[in-house]
């Protein structure tokens, strides 16, 4: 069973621009949660969707934003970049009828 | 709310001895779950182990076992004959039963085993 999946590996955008990250969940699964965690740092919760809608937000401003298809792929999109947007970004999935995450292995986005 | 707490920043073990990482919660919720998470210097986020809070035995994986007082919100991951590859962040997590299952994570505690 293919694990969850995220591209690019690595993105460079200079301040202002705009950064657009993607994930595939596990087969089966519903649910795909955004982590942002910064060098050193926990992981900071961003956004959740399921079934295509979204489920909650974390404490980001609006420019952090992003979408879920209808085969439950999702895509975060970073507006108007800034110094402190550099970090690791990771994506993961949750089953409809469980509770534990799978993670992929994140997006390392560099601001320049 | 619901809460994580790991007071251990650090932590380092000898190859092949037990470490004990700790972990306490909050919730107000009677059923919920919890989890220990590893990330290693590759940053992939591993599930290490988890815990459902209305089983009474502790969940054991291999090396991996947990000490889980319901009453005093505690949870604690053991990592018995500790090897090398077990350097990582360790992050515990909870998620109360229910639609919302969102993750309420730790801080982590960085684990260094030395040789």
């Known amino acids: 069973e293919a694990g969850v999946t995220q591209s690019p590996t690595h993105l460079i955008k200079t301040r202002g621009q705009q950064a657009t990250l993607r994930c595939s969940p596990i087969?089966?699964?519903?649910?795909v949660y955004w982590y942002q965690q910064a060098l050193g740092l926990g992981l900071q919760f961003l956004l959740w969707y399921d079934e295509g809608e979204e489920r909650n937000r974390g404490n980001f401003p609006p420019r952090f934003s992003g979408r879920q298809f209808p085969n439950y792929s999702s895509e975060l999109n970073v507006n108007a970049l800034e110094l402190e947007d550099s970090a690791l970004y990771l994506c993961?999935?949750?089953?409809?009828?469980?509770?534990?995450?799978?993670f992929g292995p994140g997006t390392r986005l560099t601001v320049t | 709310a619901q809460t994580v707490t790991q007071s251990q920043p650090e932590m380092s073990v000898q190859e092949a001895e037990t470490v004990t990482l700790s972990c306490t919660y909050d919730?107000?919720?009677?059923?919920?779950?919890l989890f220990w998470y590893k990330q290693p210097p590759s940053r992939q986020m591993i599930l290490v182990i988890r815990?459902?809070?209305?089983k009474q035995q502790n969940a054991t994986e291999n090396r991996f076992s947990v000490n889980f007082q319901k009453a005093a919100k505690s949870f604690s991951l053991k990592i018995s004959d500790s090897q090398l590859g077990d350097t990582a962040m360790y992050f515990c997590?909870?998620?109360?039963?229910?639609?919302?299952?969102?993750?309420?994570w730790g801080l982590g505690t960085s684990l260094a085993v030395n040789p």
């Open positions: 815990q459902e809070a209305y």
């Open positions: 087969s089966g699964h519903t649910s």
């Open positions: 993961a999935s949750r089953p409809g009828t469980g509770y534990e995450q799978y």
């Open positions: 997590a909870s998620a109360n039963a229910g639609n919302n299952r969102k993750l309420i």
């Open positions: 919730t107000s919720e009677s059923n919920y779950y």
